[in-house]
């Protein structure tokens, strides 16, 4: 199993990025991939996850109506369109994925079991 984010920058208050996650060596239409994220100093939060399977997702409060996260089963990628970006965005921003399938996991990161290195995001004011 191999994950792997892009897409993180540096950014202003305001701004808008799209993260990206490459996937491969699993059935990517049956497993739930979560994005997480780790600030400086603070414990790692889940902002977004999809469920490949049946197509729903679920949001941290932080980003509801700010991010969206989507998939394209054909290039096995996760995306994270992050719109109104504000410094508490900040971080470095993991995808991961479940070890069961048809597994809904919600924003749990223990229910996840492998994770890509992460890209930074950097938004200041």
């Known amino acids: 199993v191999q994950l792997v984010e892009s897409g993180g920058d540096s950014v202003q208050d305001g701004g808008s990025l799209r993260l990206s996650c490459g996937t491969s060596g699993f059935a990517f239409d049956r497993y739930a991939i979560g994005w997480f994220r780790r600030a400086p100093g603070r414990e790692r939060e889940g902002v977004a996850s999809i469920n490949n399977f049946d197509g729903t997702t679920i949001y941290s409060d932080s980003v509801q109506g700010r991010f969206s996260i989507s998939s394209d089963s054909a290039k096995k990628s996760v995306y994270l369109q992050m719109n109104m970006l504000k410094p508490q965005d900040t971080g470095t921003y993991y995808c991961?994925?479940?070890?069961?399938?048809?597994?809904?996991?919600?924003?749990?990161?223990?229910?996840?079991?492998?994770w890509g290195e992460g890209t930074r995001v950097t938004v200041s004011s």
């Open positions: 991961a994925v479940t070890g069961a399938p048809l597994y809904k996991p919600g924003l749990a990161a223990r229910r996840y079991d492998d």
